[in-house]
């Protein structure tokens, strides 16, 4: 080659390092042009007629790409390439999709005549395109740079560009032996194209990627599969690693495109394929960019398997800390330059690491990446037995007596225990008295009467998403107020003040696309906080103040696996959950807090996480801080929400230094002061409570006042029961004074704690929780024993065989193909199919709805019994087509503006579909004008709003008040719910139907239907 690329030898050799997991590149993805001194005297063509001479006229594009290399920079790595990409995906073209060139892109829509047989025509349109563009381009490089390689994409994704993505999700339940034959086809497809293709490109054996801008010296391929983030971890193994593998076998040099936190959770299935090279991140939108410490865990757990990496848009600022993290055997890093300066600065600064490497003398607690550390030597890596020479070392030096913990090496089991016990009296105070923690920071903001404007301040002014009701920004934009806030807690007596934090980790400050300064909130929240804390304690020595550290739960839940196109889901996962606690709880834990408080769990996989997280700050800033573990609790007898036990998950729970148990944000306490008595009795923790104001009105009002906080309250303080104390919403200063009050009635004079571990006998009188009679219930006797009023009613016709209940008892057991198999079986003897779906679908939802107000199943048994549902009325619905009976109605249901939260809504949605009714769910975060376009569009006959939060919940009405702009309030009937939500406020709002919980709604929205329950 007579290559523009002074020191592509250099390069080449780099990139033979990295193939072999030894050495590390500097590139970048796209290369840039200001400032750089062409290569050749190569002049622009003129502006493109039209779209489609600038994408498919190979003489243009091959006159357009010799300006564009010839003006590019080519210093450190970064490659000579013409980037001949015809589309992502474009072998889909090749089998007969469609092309449409956009501004900055090439479309490839479904092909109009695709059927399930593929095959390959050598004389298609688009595959004659492909080589006459290469040929082009070839021929003008004149050796010069290389012609890279199209993306060809393969499997799944090529699939779902010929005839739809919903069609190919839809494949893997209604013919997977179809899609495996196809994903073979596709396959040798690929096989056939990719060679010719690199006959065309190649210079000698080598050629060169374009997407990437990636060499190989023999062949390459970039391997991809985005829809995998829709599928299942089964569904991987079967339709995409078995084929990932095919091509790793054949083809020299693989690199595999992981998109997005959605596709991590089939990183295992990647990493078992041996013959794949390695793996390029690209964390996707909303997620910083690939030279973020929240992806150092991932590198290393990729590079310890063997395998090389290649990071994206990495910034100068990112360099060293990543490369001080991971090392720089390898390590392919696609930076992210502006100018030749900044490149220039960054060859330097790998140049050191090469040397700090080559001078590093081989030891034994090394990890070597791509085998043995020998020039040449292609031992296979065996991330195992190098782990376990780590282990062994450190355990010796530690049995020697040299090993020394620094708070960021592995410990062994006796170390770690060791390193998270706490002192037998750590906050001594709570031995001798109740210690006042404060009342709910959101409530005291509201106060404020807040604009957007003063959310923002002038940091964020420019912040392109909306930021009214991010609380937890304040501490950088008005610390002024927290702070007072702050003040008005402690001068009301609380011991214990919390953080400014309840929502400032990457999870949840995605939402308002402010995940990269978490750090930096947390931080300015400890700050804050302990600036005031310390200065109450100089006051007084006697009282001295704590500093809490609030971990929210996040609007995700970790133990119910949701559809990953629902709204807000696609990119959750456990592993994201710790990374993003992890990050929160260092910042905490440097920031001074004297313990971590874990609040408001709804989740236990999800406080599994906060925990687990919470320990790994703890190891690596070598500072030992409590756990104080707050829950919220669904059922009197100690369940959340899905069923979880909170007494088994304490139980569970070994070598983390838990300080306190205990429930929050529960509307009367005093439902739960068997639970907590027995939470005392049974563990040798502080026990803690700190329950809302009662509920709010329709004006944000709570209804229970200090004074009938403090009777609610009072039987936990005089039985002795708990050692911490205070409000969550709807709780003020004034609250908080009350409880201090009663705490210390004459000076020097404590009410007596819980002693730790101690059972306790308490007398509660009994009291009326709820203002409503309930209505009859079958939920006490038994399935098999149903009354006669809701037993099914079967034809004559029906075959003897096909048990009467087969299909109910299937779908409340939540088993989606005995449901389809029963449904089967009953429309084969001649079961009439609307009786199937009254006499047993609706009847099974509605039993299982039931239990689950009674508490006696949980939010997993009902999404379960929806899926169960689903499988069995698709069966139906060919027989139902055109029967107006087939729905009940149509829902459009969504969160309102503001609001975040969706699992309370996905779960009415999914009562609402088992139950017969046509759901749209449009999501979280919904503006009145786009609900109004929804009733419009789908006919609507219900509209469902829900909201989580006392600040969000009154846009309700605003949407009602649109629907009466628009002229179609009289056309569809609203219906409103979630936690703050209550039936005064419905009515004051002028909704036409309420519910608080997932049954009910089913209940509410037939009768708003004019269906009589039966």
Known sequence: MNTWKQNLEETKKHYIDWWNHKGIVVNMWEHFQNGVTPHAEVDMPPVPKNLDQKWFDPAWRAEYLDWYVAHSSLKADMLPVANTQLGPGSLAAILGGVFEGGEDTIWIHPNPEYTDDIKFDDNHPNWLLHKELLRACKEKAQGHYYVGMPDLMEGLDVLAAMKGTDKVLLDTVMQPEVLERQMQQIN????????????????????????????APGKMAKLQSDISTMISVDDYRRFVQPFIREQCRKIDYTLYHLDGVGALHHLPALLE???????????????????????????????????????????????????????INGVHLEMDFHNEDEVEQAVRIVEEYREKEASRPSGDDVIHAGGSAAAGSQTPFDADREVEKIIDKVEKEFTDGTYKNTGD??????????????????????DRRVLIMDGAMGTMIQDYNLTEDDFRGEKFASHDCPLSGNNDLLCITHPEIIEGIHRKYLDAGADFIT????????????????????????????????????????????????????????????????????????????????????EQALALIEGGVDAILVETIFDTENARAAIEASCNAMRKTGKCVPLMLSFTVA????????????????????DVPVLSVGINCTSDIREMIPFLVKLGGRFPYYISA????????????????????????????????????????????????????????????????HRRGEHVDIVVSETTVTDSPKEHSHSTKS????????????????????????????????????????????????VVPQDIINGQMIRAMGEVGQRFQDGKAFVPQLLMAGRAMKSALELLKPLLAGDSSTTIGKVVI????????????????????????????????????????????HGADILCMSALLTTTMTYMKEVISALEEAGIRDKVKVMVGGAPVTQGFADEIGADGYSDNANTAVAVAKKLMGVVAG
């Open 273 to 327: 394929i041996e013959e794949l090279n390695a793996i390029q991140w690209t964390p996707g939108v909303g997620e910083p960019q690939g030279g973020s410490p929240k992806w150092y865990d991932l590198y290393k757990r990729i590079l310890a398997a063997g395998k090389s990496i290649m990071a994206c848009w990495v910034t100068l600022d990112e360099l060293r800390p990543l490369l001080d993290n991971i090392g």
């Open 690 to 753: 700190y329950p809302n104001a009662g509920l709010p009105d329709a004006s944000g009002h709570y209804s229970c006042t200090p004074e009938k906080l403090l009777e609610n309250v009072w039987p936990l303080l005089d039985g002795h029961v708990l050692n911490v104390v205070g409000g969550c919403c709807g709780t003020t200063d004034g609250y908080i004074k009350k409880l201090a009050e009663v705490t210390e009635p004459a000076e020097g004079l404590w009410l007596s704690p």
């Open 635 to 654: 059922s009197h007898d100690g369940h959340n929400m899905l069923g979880q036990s909170i007494e088994e998950f304490i139980a569970s729970l070994k």
């Open 499 to 582: 953080t400014n934090t309840f929502n400032a980790q990457r999870i949840s400050m995605a939402d308002y696309r402010l995940e990269g300064i978490c750090r930096e909130i947390n931080l300015a929240a400890c700050r804050i906080a302990r600036a005031v804390a310390d200065e109450y304690t100089k006051k007084d020595g006697s009282k001295p103040r704590y500093v809490l550290g609030s971990m929210g739960p996040t609007s995700k839940t970790c133990s119910v696996a949701t559809d990953a196109n629902q709204p807000g889901w696609g990119t959750f996962s456990y592993d994201v959950l710790l990374s993003a606690y992890e």
């Open 783 to 830: 399935v098999l024993a149903e009354c006669e009023c809701c037993k099914p009613k079967q034809p004559e016709t029906a075959d003897k065989t096909v048990s009467a209940d087969a299909i109910f008892d299937a779908i409340l057991q939540g088993k989606a193909q005995d449901a389809a198999d029963a449904t089967r079986k009953a429309v084969d003897a001649g």
């Open 188 to 215: 040798d497809i690929y096989f056939k194209v990719f060679d010719e293709l690199y006959d065309i490109i190649r210079e000698g054996d080598e050629m060169a990627f374009c997407y990437f801008s990636a060499w």
């Open 409 to 430: 090496k592995d410990m062994t089991t006796e170390n770690k225990s060791s390193f998270f016990t706490l002192p037998s009296s750590y906050f001594p105070q709570a």
């Open 894 to 937: 969504g969160t309102v503006k503001g609001d975040l939260h969706d699992i309370g809504k996905n779960l009415v949605a999914s009562m609402l579909e088992g139950c017969g009714f046509e759901v749209i769910n449009v999501g979280i975060d919904v503006a009145s004008d786009t609900f109004v376009d929804e009733v419009k569009k």
